[in-house]
């Protein structure tokens, strides 16, 4: 069974930075392409940022470009995401997802039953 675990989460200051972690298992980490998504009060979920299974290629949302970076280590089976000048905006639970079939990339359509999620860890942003 696929289980992802999200790590990193805190309470921060706007301008600060903040790296999350998620620690894949269950099957052929390298396989599989990976992603973030975040959830803000009263918002739906959205997609953030995704990086395919070879590392290759990421995508992100504007709203992050130039902030945020994805990255992964397939030899730890983890997906990271670092988070720089952090906005009171970026403030949402961050959900790790990755793709239920290999090779496939992670993308803002991707549906939500085509994927495997983490619990989702909290980001809190001050003002």
């Known amino acids: 069974q696929v289980q992802l675990v999200e790590s990193g989460g805190g309470l921060v200051q706007s301008g600060d930075s903040l790296s999350l972690s998620?620690?894949?298992?269950?099957?052929?980490?390298s396989a599989y392409a990976m992603g973030w998504f975040r959830q803000a009060p009263g918002k739906e979920r959205v997609f953030v940022?995704?990086?395919?299974?070879?590392?290759?290629?990421?995508?992100?949302?504007?709203?992050?470009?130039?902030?945020?970076?994805?990255?992964?280590?397939?030899?730890k089976n983890t997906v990271y995401q670092q988070m720089n000048s952090l906005k009171p905006e970026d403030t949402a639970v961050y959900y790790c997802a990755t793709s239920r079939f290999p090779v496939t990339s992670v993308l803002p359509s991707t549906k939500y039953e085509d994927m495997y999620w983490g619990q989702g860890t909290q980001v809190t942003v001050s003002s």
């Open 22 to 29: 998620c620690a894949a298992s269950g099957r052929t980490f």
């Open 49 to 75: 940022a995704s990086i395919d299974w070879n590392g290759r290629r990421q995508y992100y949302i504007d709203s992050v470009k130039g902030r945020f970076t994805i990255s992964r280590d397939n030899a």
